[in-house]
């Protein structure tokens, strides 16, 4: 199981990213995303998840109405849109994925690299 996040960058507060984890020996059929963040000096924390079906659940309340998750499972891709960014959603954001459908770090076993988003105020 491979993931590899990609998408992030350097944005204005109030502007938008799309972040992609696009996975490799697995099935999104199979197998949860979740998307997590971490700030230095944090723990890095869950975000969202969707799970084999496409149910989803938020992990963050700060970002409900501004973040939404999605998948294409015929490029086996996991996208995280995030809208109406703010300074405090600078981060290293990764996605994980697993079996199970859980917000929770340790429920997940396989990680992608990171990419960070830095969104200036």
């Known amino acids: 199981v491979q993931l590899q996040a990609s998408g992030g960058g350097l944005v204005q507060a109030g502007e938008s990213l799309r972040l992609s984890c696009a996975g490799s020996?697995?099935?999104?059929?199979?197998?949860?995303i979740g998307w997590f963040r971490k700030v230095p000096g944090k723990e890095r924390e869950g975000i969202i998840c969707?799970?084999?079906?496409?149910?989803?659940?938020y992990g963050d309340d700060s970002v409900k109405g501004r973040f939404t998750i999605s998948k294409d499972n015929a490029k086996n891709t996991v996208y995280l849109q995030m809208d109406s960014l703010k300074s405090v959603d600078t981060a290293v954001y990764y996605c994980?994925?697993?079996?199970?459908?859980?917000?929770?770090?340790?429920?997940?076993?396989?990680w992608g690299q990171g990419t960070l988003v830095t969104v200036s105020s």
């Open positions: 969707i799970n084999s079906i496409g149910s989803t659940n």
């Open positions: 994980a994925a697993d079996r199970g459908f859980s917000r929770l770090v340790n429920d997940y076993n396989y």
């Open positions: 020996g697995f099935s999104l059929d199979n197998y949860a």
